[in-house]
């Protein structure tokens, strides 16, 4: 399980850094909400990723946060080698 935590993501740039390091997406990742959505939706080994953190990462991000949340929970809808909670 990958777990991620909120308080990393301080910002829109930082969050993108913090989540391709995390993730381990290649250095070619766009760093934006389609990128992610695009590396989360063709994941073709399992993996179970937690957000812990989340109001953190709300009181930073604001309406962005909402946003990351959306394309994490849909892309695990889009993509069954996908699990991701958050806490």
């Known amino acids: 399980?990958?777990?991620?935590?909120?308080?990393?993501?301080?910002s829109v740039g930082s969050t993108h850094r913090y989540l391709r390091k995390k993730l381990n997406f290649p250095d070619y990742y766009g760093g934006n909400l389609?990128?992610?959505?695009?590396?989360?939706?063709?994941?073709?080994?399992?993996?179970?990723?937690?957000?812990?953190e989340t109001e953190a990462m709300?009181?930073?991000?604001g309406e962005y946060a909402d946003s990351i949340l959306?394309?994490?929970?849909?892309?695990?809808?889009?993509?069954?080698?996908?699990?991701?909670?958050c806490s």
């Open 70 to 85: 959306h394309v994490f929970m849909e892309a695990a809808e889009e993509n069954e080698q996908l699990i991701f909670e």
């Open 34 to 52: 389609d990128a992610l959505w695009d590396m989360l939706t063709t994941l073709s080994d399992p993996v179970s990723i937690k957000l812990v």
């Open 1 to 10: 399980m990958i777990i991620l935590n909120g308080k990393r993501m301080t």
């Open 58 to 61: 709300q009181s930073y991000l």
